[in-house]
Structures are given as structure tokens and as C-alpha cells.
């Protein structure tokens, strides 16, 4: 491949990332908080069957991913899931709004994040894990990570790759050790299953869909297609690696948990599971390990996902499918966005507690993969040669999940579904009506539809 000239001029690097970059750089995002806040809560809703739900997520998330992987295959590009969806879509209001509850996922994401940063700090002082600190040190995170991204590219890079050896190596050391001194028995958990599986097919779906958002920041590793090396081949493969990776990973901890806590206790402990989990087995140095695991998890993946979220809004703008105004900031897009990003999470973090903060992210993340799956089975199946039966049982495990996610919230949580439900319409309607703005506009300075 020639080094065509247009690089030059953007500032993404063709060939700057390696495999081992990108893959690094997709687990520092999806091993995030997902493992770290989600486990309890899925504990909560699928019962003794928990670490079978992250097995479960792991195969829809290989259906939903089989649509990224032939996406980035045929069109890598910086734009990700905006660019999949403008290929399918064209530059309407189900593109610009399909990549904005993306966004809307990922700062979600972020700010769940920083709470669980701030939940597992705390269990190291002795303070009610109700505490104003939660937030706050949350925030506190989210500036870090804001001073970090603005330092440029290659600090992000090396600062993912040693967080994520250490992350990995850390949570798969947890589990393994924690499951050894349970002697991989699950007693706590046989005598507490017969009262406790109450939760039924709904319960053990719902907690399905919250372990997809464990997964779900694969879909970052497709912002990077420009950059990554031989991107037609690496961006499908970096993928499937670190999809590969978590669900050894994921699979391992939650047995652990399983083996050293009975299910009332992960409910009780549910946004700090895994420190509790370290507790019998290792006692107090099991759980400052795990903490400051969590606390390496935690800060990494905000950093790397601050990243990915502003990256991704930046090509939005540069698209004109989003508002953009600069609010007298200096600088480039990318710092703006990255402005944006960074306070609306910070919003997020003051406001919400973990489970609605990962409600709302779980509702917003399946919709938008809804309309990347179906986009490309309408319009794109036979330019990219994709699967037809895949697309299809992607849509449908998505629809059946998220389903049964949002039956058991209307049981236990409406207003997250009022919120999500008006967050869409608003977003939806706010699009259609900025295009249309921005066509009227177009078309007062020139004559031919540009």
C-alpha cells in the first residue's frame, strides 16, 4: 500500500497501531468497570446461574461483533460505528442518532466507571458506602483522565498497554487464586440455589443484557481502523482476540466470586463484589489487592475510553451530524468534544447510582447495535458478503435480551425506563430537526444536493 497523500493532512497515523496495540487497547476498554461493578448486580438478577450469564453475553456478543468485523473488514476508517452506520443509513437522523446513543453508551459507561472507582476506593477507609466521597472521587477521576488525554497520543497508547498487562494479569490471577482457596467448591452457593433460583428465564436474560455491557467496548476497536496495521485483516482479528481474552477472564472471576461468597452476600455487597469475594480467601491483603486492581481498572479504562468517546464525537462533528458550538474553548475538536464528554459523565457520576447508570447504558447500547445489525442486513449484505442467518439471530438474541432486561426493570425500576425512552425521542427529534436545518442551509448556499 502506498501512503496516500490525504493522511498527511488528518491526524490519524495510517499503520501507528499494531495488533497487539489494538488489542491491548480494546481489553483496557472492556475490561473497564464491567467486571468490577457488574458482577454483584448480575448476581442479583440471574441468581446461583450467575457466571453463566457472562458465557451467554459472550456468545451474543460474538453474533453482534460478526457485523463489526465484516464492517471494519471492508470500510476501516476512524468513524467506527458512525461511518457503518452512514454506509447503511446515508447521512440521516437514524445515522446521526444511532452513533449519538453510542456516545450516549460509552459516557454512560464512563461514568459507571468512575463510580465503581470511587465504591472500591472507599473499601479501603472506613466510610457507609452511601457516602458523598463516591462521587466525588469519581469526578475526581474523570479530571484526571480528561489531564491525560490531553497529552497526547503516545502517552495513551504506552499508558493502556501497561495498565492492561497489569489488569489482565491482575483479575485472572484473582480468579484463579480465589477459586484454589475455595478448594472449587460452591457449597454457599448449592444450599442458597434451591430458595434463590426464583429469578426464572426474565431474571437470568435481564442479567444477560447487563453483562453484554461487560463486553461491549469491542466496539471502540473499530474507531481505530485508520490507524491500526493492516487494518482490512487486524481490526476483525483484534477483535476476536480480546472478546477471546475477557471471556476467560470474566468467567474465571465470577466462579471465583461464586466459590468464596453465597448469593446474599454478593447482593449485599453488589457494587463492590469482587473485594468482598477477596475477603474470606485472602483476608485484609485480598482486598487491598483487589481494590487496587479495581482502582488500575477502573482509571485505565476512563482514560482509554475518554479517549474513544471524544475521538468518536469529533468525527460526528467533522460529519456534520451533530450541533457543535466551542463555547469559546481553545484548541482542536477533539479537545471540545473531549470537554463535553468529560462533563457529562461527570453529571452522570453526581446524579445516578451504579445499577440505573448501567440500566440506561445497557438500553442505549442494544438499540444502537439493533440498527448497525439491521442497517446492514437491509442495505449492505451483499456489498460486504455478510451472513444473512448471522445478522439475524444477532438481531433477535438483541431483541430477546433486552426484552426480558426491560420486563424486569418495569417490575423494579420505571423510572430508568422513562428516562431511556425520553433520552431517545429527544435525541431522535433533536437530530431531525438539526438536519433539516443543516439541509435548508445547504441549500441556500448551493444549488446541487451536496
Given at each position: 500500500m502506498d501512503h496516500s497523500q490525504h493522511e498527511k493532512t488528518t491526524q490519524y497515523k495510517a499503520g501507528s497501531l499494531s495488533l497487539i496495540g489494538a488489542v491491548s487497547m480494546g481489553t483496557a476498554v472492556i475490561i473497564g468497570a464491567g467486571?468490577?461493578?457488574?458482577?454483584?448486580?448480575?448476581?442479583?438478577?440471574?441468581?446461583?446461574w450467575f457466571p453463566l450469564a457472562f458465557l451467554v453475553a459472550a456468545v451474543v456478543t460474538g453474533f453482534s461483533a460478526y457485523s463489526y468485523v465484516k464492517m471494519s473488514n471492508a470500510y476501516p476508517s476512524a468513524g467506527g460505528i458512525a461511518m457503518f452506520l452512514q454506509k447503511a443509513y446515508g447521512r440521516g437522523t437514524i445515522t446521526a442518532a444511532g452513533a449519538l446513543l453510542m456516545f450516549f453508551s460509552m459516557v454512560i459507561n464512563e461514568s459507571l466507571v468512575a463510580r465503581t472507582f470511587g465504591t472500591y476506593t472507599l473499601q479501603l477507609f472506613d466510610v457507609s458506602k452511601d457516602s458523598w466521597l463516591v462521587p466525588a472521587l469519581g469526578v475526581g477521576?474523570?479530571?484526571?483522565?480528561?489531564?491525560?488525554?490531553i497529552s497526547g497520543n503516545r502517552m495513551i497508547g504506552m499508558f493502556s498497554l501497561i495498565?492492561?498487562?497489569?489488569?489482565?494479569?491482575?483479575?485472572?490471577?484473582?480468579?484463579?487464586v480465589?477459586?484454589?482457596?475455595?478448594?472449587?467448591?460452591?457449597?454457599?452457593f448449592n444450599a442458597a440455589s434451591a430458595q434463590a433460583s426464583g429469578a426464572g428465564a426474565s431474571g437470568f436474560l435481564a442479567a444477560v443484557a447487563l453483562a453484554i455491557l461487560s463486553y461491549k467496548g469491542f466496539t471502540t476497536i473499530t474507531n481505530s481502523g485508520s490507524e491500526i496495521v493492516d487494518p482490512h485483516r487486524n481490526v476483525g482479528r483484534a477483535i476476536i482476540i480480546s472478546i477471546a481474552i475477557c471471556v476467560v477472564v470474566y468467567f474465571l472471576v465470577a466462579l471465583a466470586v461464586a466459590a468464596n461468597l453465597s448469593l446474599p452476600e454478593i447482593v449485599e455487597a453488589k457494587n463492590f463484589a469482587l473485594a468482598e469475594a477477596a475477603r474470606p480467601a485472602f483476608g485484609d491483603l485480598g482486598l487491598y489487592f483487589t481494590v487496587i486492581l479495581a482502582i488500575v481498572a477502573t482509571v485505565s479504562g476512563v482514560i482509554a475510553s475518554?479517549?474513544?468517546?471524544?475521538?468518536?464525537?469529533?468525527?460526528?462533528?467533522?460529519?456534520?451530524?451533530v450541533p457543535h458550538s466551542h463555547f469559546g474553548m481553545p484548541g482542536d475538536i477533539q479537545k471540545h468534544t473531549l470537554v463535553y464528554t468529560i462533563v457529562l459523565a461527570m453529571f452522570l457520576t453526581v446524579f445516578f447510582d451504579l445499577s440505573r447508570i448501567a440500566s440506561l447504558g445497557v438500553i442505549f447500547y442494544i438499540v444502537m447495535d439493533?440498527?448497525?445489525h439491521w442497517g446492514i442486513l437491509r442495505y449492505l449484505r451483499k456489498e460486504i458478503q455478510a451472513n444473512a442467518a448471522i445478522l439475524i439471530t444477532a438481531i433477535v438474541m438483541d431483541v430477546v435480551v433486552l426484552g426480558a432486561f426491560l420486563m424486569i426493570k418495569a417490575q423494579t425500576d420505571m423510572l430508568v425506563i422513562y428516562v431511556s425512552i425520553?433520552?431517545?425521542?429527544?435525541?431522535?427529534?433533536?437530530?431531525?430537526l438539526f438536519l433539516r436545518g443543516k439541509i435548508n442551509e445547504d441549500k441556500g448556499e448551493h444549488h446541487h444536493g451536496g
Open positions: 467486571i468490577f461493578a457488574l458482577t454483584g448486580q448480575i448476581a442479583e438478577l440471574a441468581g446461583p477521576l474523570l479530571i484526571f483522565a480528561f489531564l491525560i488525554n495498565m492492561s498487562v497489569l489488569k489482565i494479569g491482575g483479575i485472572a490471577a484473582f480468579g484463579v480465589g477459586l484454589w482457596f475455595s478448594g472449587f467448591s460452591f457449597e454457599s475518554a479517549f474513544a468517546v471524544s475521538r468518536m464525537l469529533a468525527m460526528l462533528t467533522d460529519m456534520k451530524l439493533i440498527a448497525v425520553a433520552s431517545i425521542i429527544f435525541i431522535f427529534a433533536g437530530e431531525r
